[in-house]
């Protein structure tokens, strides 16, 4: 029979109590129940599709580059600009068989009519001195294709077989490129990579869950677990793709499974430790089942509620891109926490001690090394002077670090983010060989107003001063209209209506046309464009800026507005949580500020990594925004299982006493939990893309800060700084100075023959058990 506390009796709450009584009853229904639920969405709900669907999934129609765009095309009767380009490249010149056979391929589409996908083509080859942004002669043609269908997929595939007809040696045929080929590459390589990624963080997992509890059994229930979760999560996400039209990126499966996978090892690491510690203070497997289950139960919920509400704040973001993580990311969560809350204890009620075999755990047992320690650092941060200094320190340190976010920038590089041996990086590298780098993704000015075609002056001249602007290596105007239309063997009318209302420019930038250096030069183009229609004597036209360069800009500075009002809102859901479960406001503030700072340490160090070591000009617009608000939610996830333990033990000795006690056990499962989460993250990396990288590193690093410096050393020091204040304005917290009576003296329960539940290291936080009434 299960023995009682002076306080209830039983660990936790009535509530809590009560409700694990039924999870251990209903164990076996309850494992059934869920395996065949698995095993019924595997067999009758579809399966997760991810579906790159066009420029939608990067931006919203409302874009002001997208809108200058379709203006322009409605205005010209069709678009100038194509994301889909066929290149032909030869160092030492293509013949001129070749040239001819490329113009006559489109001159043959344009007599024809549309073929194969193919609308219409546009050859452009470089001619230095005649072609602007080109640097030799002859050495390199651009076929820009007008395709049919919008999606990413049908369009790159229409271009490669318009290619395809090219022999593509003899042609000298380098390949397809452009953004719209690049997005499609990247989604061939999210998915040839996702398998991989699925293995690593399995392997991760059984690795580190398994040294951890010494134990081939806890490997084994965690992924189990997480293979319950994964088929949940991926088969819901699809019956909602299917049902409801929801469509999702590639980019977001693999963070969906690494999360997913990382957020279920934590919840079962959190109640096998309470589950091992019951176990070695001499409990039977059903009592020890239910108490650690009673234990754990309220803050795995609340930590999990914790993470889910904190990504689903990325929905106010203005940038579809972002805003699909949210449903997704929580949906991932808010699964696994429902598994892991029902399933878990189930399996622990009912493999009791065989759930670590061969270490089964002993009444009695001696504390491993790694709790010795743990108790030696806790022995330090609950000293008032050497918690200061090691706060101190910490601060320091995590700031210093922080530093390099001042000079973060950021791009979407869809093409220079591509493995080098890929065809679309290929043959955008063979394209920028013969013209400037911005040819793979041109900018659009487009001038609009009363008679701006007929003068041709102003035209002209507005023109020479666009290609003075930094970053441009070349225009074409009005004045290439002769040369182009002598190239396509027709009047082509590229640049100015036949109404005379609106002229464009096509600008061709000598950097990478998506990344930050890019985005800059736009920011600065269209905040002088103005002044530059006034010089050139347009002062009463209007303008604009299309493209993709353009589209990205407004991106990036959509997502700049809202990292702040997302952070925000991120670290008001968490304060909300925290302020509930501890019933605190001064430790809730303390531990978010702590958490800020380690964010801020870790975008820190990716800016000092990728842009200042590495040479990227910037990061991936969604990396620091990503990584924030999961870090957030994930470092509020470790605050609740920290401090949680520590306020439950406050309830029956002093502050310093509980951190004393609570400490060793929560940064034990910490430490197992946070490895685990941030090897599953981590495992991003696997996928060659450089944006995946930019966050595998981003998400571990965060991780493993927050687990070795933030949760271990910083909180518990400012805890014992602050002291018994952190409680206010709630219940009043014993200060180390105050008496403790017998009843609260964790040396008195051992001298009464009493002892406590414990966690990895067997000697931890929970109410006293076998003390008399």
Request: overall charge neutral; proline content about 6%.
């Given at each position: 029979m299960e023995s009682t506390s002076r306080a209830s009796g039983r660990p936790g709450s009535r509530t809590a109590y009560g409700l694990a009584r039924v999870v251990v009853a209903l164990r076996w229904p309850i494992l059934i129940a869920w395996i065949g639920g698995?095993?019924?969405?595997?067999?009758?709900?579809?399966?997760?599709?991810?579906?790159?669907?066009?420029?939608?999934?990067?931006?919203?129609?409302?874009?002001?580059?997208?809108?200058?765009?379709?203006?322009?095309?409605?205005?010209?009767?069709?678009?100038?600009?194509?994301?889909?380009?066929?290149?032909?490249?030869?160092?030492?010149?293509?013949?001129?068989?070749?040239?001819?056979?490329?113009?006559?391929?489109?001159?043959?589409?344009?007599?024809?009519?549309?073929?194969?996908?193919?609308?219409?083509?546009?050859?452009?080859?470089?001619?230095?001195?005649?072609?602007?942004?080109?640097?030799?002669?002859?050495?390199?043609?651009?076929?820009?294709?007008?395709?049919?269908?919008?999606?990413?997929?049908?369009?790159?595939?229409?271009?490669?077989?318009?290619?395809?007809?090219?022999?593509q040696q003899a042609d000298r045929v380098a390949g397809v490129t452009g953004t719209v080929p690049a997005r499609y590459e990247q989604t061939l390589l999210v998915n040839g990579a996702l398998p991989l990624l699925e293995v690593v963080s399995v392997l991760a997992v059984v690795l580190i869950v398994g040294l951890a509890f010494r134990s081939v059994v806890a490997p084994l229930l965690t992924l189990g677990t997480a293979a319950v979760s994964y088929v949940l999560v991926t088969r819901v996400a699809g019956l909602a793709g299917a049902r409801y039209g929801i469509n999702i990126p590639p980019d977001l499966e693999p963070l969906m499974v690494a999360l997913m996978v990382g957020v279920t090892t934590d919840y079962v690491v959190y109640f096998l430790s309470g589950l091992r510690g019951e176990l070695l203070d001499g409990q039977a497997r059903l009592p020890a089942a239910r108490r650690s289950i009673a234990t754990f139960s309220p803050i795995v919920a609340a930590a999990g509620l914790t993470v889910a509400a904190g990504v689903a704040t990325l929905l106010v973001a203005s940038s579809p891109a972002v805003r699909t993580f949210a449903p997704a990311m929580a949906l991932a969560v808010a699964v696994a926490l429902l598994v892991a809350l029902t399933l878990v204890p189930a399996a622990m009620a009912i493999l009791g001690p065989k759930a670590f075999w061969p270490a089964v755990p002993q009444p009695g047992a001696e504390r491993p090394i790694g709790a010795v320690v743990r108790r030696g650092v806790v022995r330090i941060v609950r000293s008032r002077l050497p918690a200061l200094v090691v706060a101190a320190v910490c601060v320091g340190g995590l700031a210093w670090l922080a530093l390099p976010v001042g000079h973060v920038a950021a791009g979407l590089p869809l093409v220079r983010a591509l493995p080098a041996d890929t065809e679309v990086a290929r043959a955008a590298d063979a394209a920028g060989q013969g013209f400037a780098a911005g040819i793979v993704a041109p900018t659009l000015v487009v001038v609009q107003g009363q008679?701006?075609?007929?003068?041709?002056?102003?035209?002209?001249?507005?023109?020479?001063?666009?290609?003075?602007?930094?970053?441009?290596?070349?225009?074409?105007?009005?004045?290439?209209?002769?040369?182009?239309?002598?190239?396509?063997?027709?009047?082509?009318?590229?640049?100015?209506?036949?109404?005379?209302?609106?002229?464009?420019?096509?600008?061709?930038?000598?950097?990478?046309?998506?990344?930050?250096?890019?985005?800059?030069?736009?920011?600065?183009?269209?905040?002088?464009?103005?002044?530059?229609?006034?010089?050139?004597?347009?002062?009463?036209?209007?303008?604009?800026?299309?493209?993709?360069?353009?589209?990205?800009?407004?991106?990036?500075?959509?997502?700049?507005?809202?990292?702040?009002?997302?952070?925000?809102?991120?670290?008001?859901?968490?304060?909300?949580?925290?302020?509930?479960?501890?019933?605190?406001?001064?430790?809730?503030?303390?531990?978010?500020?702590?958490?800020?700072?380690?964010?801020?340490?870790?975008?820190?160090?990716?800016?000092?990594?990728?842009?200042?070591?590495?040479?990227?000009?910037?990061?991936?617009?969604?990396?620091?925004?990503?990584?924030?608000?999961?870090?957030?939610?994930?470092?509020?996830?470790?605050?609740?299982?920290?401090?949680?333990?520590?306020?439950?033990?406050?309830?029956?000795?002093?502050?310093?006493?509980?951190?004393?006690?609570?400490?060793?056990?929560?940064?034990?499962?910490?430490?197992?939990?946070?490895?685990?989460?941030?090897?599953?993250?981590?495992?991003?990396?696997?996928?060659?893309?450089?944006?995946?990288?930019?966050?595998?590193?981003?998400?571990?690093?965060?991780?493993?800060?927050?687990?070795?410096?933030?949760?271990?050393?910083?909180?518990?020091?400012?805890?014992?700084?602050?002291?018994?204040?952190?409680?206010?304005?709630?219940?009043?917290?014993?200060?180390?100075?105050?008496?403790?009576?017998?009843?609260?003296?964790?040396?008195?329960?051992?001298?009464?023959?009493?002892?406590?539940?414990?966690?990895?290291?067997?000697?931890?936080?929970?109410?006293?058990?076998?003390?008399?009434?």
């Amino acid at each position: 029979m299960e023995s009682t506390s002076r306080a209830s009796g039983r660990p936790g709450s009535r509530t809590a109590y009560g409700l694990a009584r039924v999870v251990v009853a209903l164990r076996w229904p309850i494992l059934i129940a869920w395996i065949g639920g698995a095993a019924a969405a595997l067999v009758l709900l579809p399966p997760l599709s991810t579906h790159s669907g066009g420029i939608s999934d990067i931006t919203s129609s409302d874009n002001p580059a997208i809108v200058a765009e379709t203006h322009a095309a409605k205005a010209f009767g069709f678009p100038v600009l194509s994301r889909t380009m066929m290149v032909q490249h030869d160092p030492a010149g293509l013949p001129q068989a070749v040239v001819q056979k490329a113009y006559d391929s489109a001159k043959a589409l344009r007599d024809s009519g549309p073929k194969d996908g193919i609308a219409a083509a546009l050859p452009v080859l470089d001619v230095a001195g005649a072609v602007p942004g080109s640097k030799r002669s002859g050495t390199t043609l651009v076929t820009y294709l007008y395709t049919q269908d919008s999606s990413f997929g049908g369009a790159t595939r229409a271009a490669q077989r318009y290619a395809g007809a090219f022999d593509q040696q003899a042609d000298r045929v380098a390949g397809v490129t452009g953004t719209v080929p690049a997005r499609y590459e990247q989604t061939l390589l999210v998915n040839g990579a996702l398998p991989l990624l699925e293995v690593v963080s399995v392997l991760a997992v059984v690795l580190i869950v398994g040294l951890a509890f010494r134990s081939v059994v806890a490997p084994l229930l965690t992924l189990g677990t997480a293979a319950v979760s994964y088929v949940l999560v991926t088969r819901v996400a699809g019956l909602a793709g299917a049902r409801y039209g929801i469509n999702i990126p590639p980019d977001l499966e693999p963070l969906m499974v690494a999360l997913m996978v990382g957020v279920t090892t934590d919840y079962v690491v959190y109640f096998l430790s309470g589950l091992r510690g019951e176990l070695l203070d001499g409990q039977a497997r059903l009592p020890a089942a239910r108490r650690s289950i009673a234990t754990f139960s309220p803050i795995v919920a609340a930590a999990g509620l914790t993470v889910a509400a904190g990504v689903a704040t990325l929905l106010v973001a203005s940038s579809p891109a972002v805003r699909t993580f949210a449903p997704a990311m929580a949906l991932a969560v808010a699964v696994a926490l429902l598994v892991a809350l029902t399933l878990v204890p189930a399996a622990m009620a009912i493999l009791g001690p065989k759930a670590f075999w061969p270490a089964v755990p002993q009444p009695g047992a001696e504390r491993p090394i790694g709790a010795v320690v743990r108790r030696g650092v806790v022995r330090i941060v609950r000293s008032r002077l050497p918690a200061l200094v090691v706060a101190a320190v910490c601060v320091g340190g995590l700031a210093w670090l922080a530093l390099p976010v001042g000079h973060v920038a950021a791009g979407l590089p869809l093409v220079r983010a591509l493995p080098a041996d890929t065809e679309v990086a290929r043959a955008a590298d063979a394209a920028g060989q013969g013209f400037a780098a911005g040819i793979v993704a041109p900018t659009l000015v487009v001038v609009q107003g009363q008679g701006v075609g007929g003068d041709g002056r102003a035209l002209l001249a507005l023109e020479d001063l666009l290609r003075r602007e930094q970053h441009v290596a070349g225009v074409l105007g009005p004045k290439e209209d002769a040369a182009l239309s002598q190239q396509a063997g027709r009047p082509v009318g590229l640049f100015v209506t036949a109404e005379k209302q609106t002229a464009q420019f096509v600008v061709v930038l000598d950097v990478d046309p998506l990344d930050a250096t890019a985005v800059t030069a736009i920011d600065r183009l269209s905040a002088r464009l103005p002044g530059l229609l006034r010089t050139a004597g347009l002062g009463n036209a209007t303008s604009g800026i299309g493209g993709d360069t353009a589209a990205v800009a407004d991106v990036v500075h959509g997502s700049d507005r809202d990292l702040a009002a997302i952070l925000v809102a991120a670290l008001a859901v968490n304060l909300l949580i925290l302020v509930l479960v501890l019933r605190a406001l001064v430790a809730p503030l303390l531990l978010l500020a702590c958490t800020v700072l380690s964010v801020a340490a870790t975008l820190g160090l990716t800016v000092l990594l990728f842009q200042d070591t590495l040479g990227h000009e910037g990061l991936t617009f969604f990396v620091p925004l990503a990584a924030g608000v999961l870090l957030v939610a994930l470092g509020s996830d470790y605050n609740l299982f920290a401090v949680g333990h520590i306020w439950q033990e406050a309830r029956r000795r002093s502050l310093r006493e509980a951190m004393s006690v609570a400490l060793p056990r929560s940064s034990a499962a910490i430490t197992t939990a946070g490895l685990a989460l941030a090897a599953s993250l981590g495992s991003l990396a696997l996928v060659p893309l450089r944006q995946f990288r930019e966050l595998a590193f981003a998400l571990a690093v965060g991780i493993l800060l927050d687990t070795y410096v933030v949760r271990t050393l910083l909180v518990p020091s400012l805890l014992t700084v602050v002291g018994p204040a952190s409680g206010w304005p709630g219940r009043r917290l014993r200060s180390h100075e105050d008496t403790v009576d017998a009843d609260t003296d964790p040396d008195a329960d051992v001298n009464r023959g009493v002892v406590r539940p414990g966690g990895v290291d067997g000697r931890t936080a929970g109410p006293a058990v076998g003390a008399a009434p």
